[in-house]
C-alpha cells in the first residue's frame, strides 16, 4: 500500500491541494486528471484538502487508489512533481479545534499544576480559535500585549467520521489522520485578576498565528500507533521539547470518548492531544522577535516557524 500525505500549497495567490508520496509534492488536480485522462466530471474533493477531510468516508478510499497510480506513473516518470521550493500552507481549515490541556505528568509538573489521581479526574479540554491556523514557513506575530509567548508541540488527531458518546475501545475507526501542531501561548493572558474567574484559555491562546499546523495531513493508516509516536521542538537549533505520546495521561482513544460525551465530532475536527515537558514557562524562557521553531512529530513531519512581532 503506498503510502500518502495531503496539502496545501499556494499557487499564483491561489491555494491548491497536493498529494505527498515518498517525500515529493503532486499537485492533485493534476494526478486526477493523469490518472483519468479526458474525464470530464471531476470529484468535489479536488477541490481542496478541507473537502476531501471533511467527507473523508467518501473520500479516503478515491485517494488511496490515486496514490497507487501516482506512485506508479511517477516511477515511470510519467508524471512530474511540484518544485521543492513550494509554498506550503496549513493542510487544512479544522472544523473546530479542541486541546487538552496538563497531559503529561512531567510538563504539569514544570508549570506547578497539581493534578488529581487519573480515576478522580477528566480530561482539560479547552477550544482554540480556528482564524490562529497558519502554516509552516510562516510567521507567529507576537502581540504587543503579551511578554510571555511560549511553544508547545503537539501531535493534532484529525477525526474523520461523525462521533457521539464513541467509546475508548472504538475510537481509532473515528480517526482521519494526523498532523503536527505547536500551540503558541501568551501565557501571561491565559490568567486574569479582573475577574473572579482565574483562566482565560481564549485569550492566551486565540491570537492570529497562534496555531502552527502541517507540514501535511497523515492518513491514519501512515500511523502504526498513535500512542508511539515522538515529539520534539527545537528552539533557535537548540532542543527544548523531547517526549512521547506513549507518556500521555489521557490517550487519543480516551480524548475521543470524553469529547464526543459531551457534544458530536465532526470531520475536520482537530484535537491537541497535548504537550510534553520542556516549554518556556517552565524556565522562563519567552518567545522574542526573530526566534526560530522547529516542531516535529515522528512519521508526519516538522513545521517551522519564525517569530516576527506585530507592527501596530
Keep these: 500500500m503506498t503510502t500518502f500525505a495531503l496539502a496545501t500549497y499556494q499557487q499564483q495567490g491561489a ?85 487538552t490541556a496538563s497531559n503529561y505528568h512531567e510538563h504539569a509538573a514544570e508549570m506547578n499544576t497539581i493534578l488529581a489521581a487519573k480515576p478522580d479526574s477528566s480530561p482539560y479540554v479547552f477550544m482554540k480559535a480556528t482564524t490562529s491556523v497558519t502554516g509552516t ?47 503558541i501561548s501568551a501565557r501571561d493572558l491565559n490568567r486574569r485578576s479582573d475577574y473572579p474567574f482565574k483562566h482565560d484559555w481564549f485569550r492566551g491562546k486565540s491570537w492570529d498565528t497562534f496555531c502552527p499546523m502541517g507540514p501535511v495531513f497523515v492518513p491514519k493508516q501512515a500511523i502504526t500507533d498513535p500512542h508511539q509516536v515522538k ?23 480516551e480524548q475521543i470518548e470524553y469529547l464526543s460525551g459531551i457534544l458530536t465530532l465532526r470531520p475536520g475536527d482537530l484535537i491537541m492531544t497535548g504537550t510534553p515537558a520542556g516549554v518556556g514557562k517552565g524556565i522562563g524562557l519567552f518567545l522574542k522577535p526573530g526566534d526560530v521553531l522547529e516542531a516535529s512529530a515522528a512519521g508526519v513531519g516538522s513545521i517551522k516557524n519564525t517569530v516576527r512581532a506585530e507592527v501596530l
Design 15 to 99: 491555494e491548491r491541494a497536493a498529494l505527498q508520496i515518498r517525500g515529493q509534492f503532486f499537485d492533485l488536480a493534476a494526478c486526477f486528471d493523469a490518472v483519468h485522462p479526458g474525464q470530464q466530471s471531476k470529484p468535489l474533493w479536488l477541490q481542496s484538502t478541507t473537502e476531501a477531510i471533511c467527507h473523508w468516508q467518501q473520500t479516503r478510499t478515491e485517494l488511496q487508489d490515486l496514490a497507487e497510480q501516482v506512485d506508479s506513473l511517477a516511477e515511470q516518470g510519467k508524471l512530474a512533481a511540484l518544485a521543492d521550493d513550494i509554498q506550503l500552507l496549513a493542510p487544512f481549515r479544522p472544523t473546530t479545534i479542541f486541546g
Design 137 to 183: 514557513h510562516s510567521d507567529v506575530i507576537l502581540p504587543p500585549e503579551t511578554q510571555q509567548l511560549d511553544w508547545e508541540v503537539e501531535l493534532g488527531v484529525v477525526i474523520g467520521k461523525t462521533a457521539r458518546r464513541v467509546k475508548a475501545a472504538d475510537a481509532l475507526d473515528y480517526i482521519a489522520g494526523y498532523t503536527v501542531v505547536n500551540d
Design 231 to 253: 515529539l520534539s521542538l527545537f528552539l533557535n537549533g537548540k532542543q527544548m521539547q523531547d517526549g512521547n505520546t506513549s507518556e500521555l495521561i489521557w490517550n487519543v482513544f
